[in-house]
């Protein structure tokens, strides 16, 4: 079973940075996709980024150039820098795993989830 485990959030001033962090443990098959998803009061889930095991990295229009997501194959685990954070980044951040065992398959794994809360 993998588990992934965050750190880093918190509350942070309009314009400020912070960094989160992700590590997963367990089993992991070679072809797969780390990376967070962000859910704010009211809101469905929403994909932050997301790097492939292969360094592909996409990013959400809202956080393009503020945010940046970076990932060690080594030792299984994702970083998002946020930068220029604005009061509509308040959300709960979850990390997120996706594996695809063979072709068809995929199976998915979430951190507990860490509150960023931007605000004055």
């Known amino acids: 079973q993998v588990q992934l485990v965050e750190s880093g959030g918190g509350l942070v001033q309009p314009g400020g940075s912070l960094k989160l962090s992700c590590a997963a443990s367990?089993?992991?098959?070679?072809?797969?996709?780390m990376g967070w998803y962000r859910q704010a009061p009211g809101k469905q889930r929403e994909l932050v980024a997301q790097v492939t095991n292969g360094g592909t990295t996409t990013y959400a229009d809202s956080v393009k150039g503020r945010f940046t997501s970076s990932r060690d194959n080594a030792k299984n685990t994702v970083l998002l820098q946020m930068n220029s954070l604005k009061p509509e980044d308040t959300a709960v951040y979850y990390c997120?795993?996706?594996?695809?065992?063979?072709?068809?398959?995929?199976?998915?794994?979430w951190g507990q989830g860490t509150q960023v809360t931007v605000s004055s």
């Open positions: 997120h795993l996706i594996e695809y065992p063979r072709p068809g398959f995929a199976n998915k794994y």
């Open positions: 367990g089993s992991i098959f070679s072809i797969n996709a």
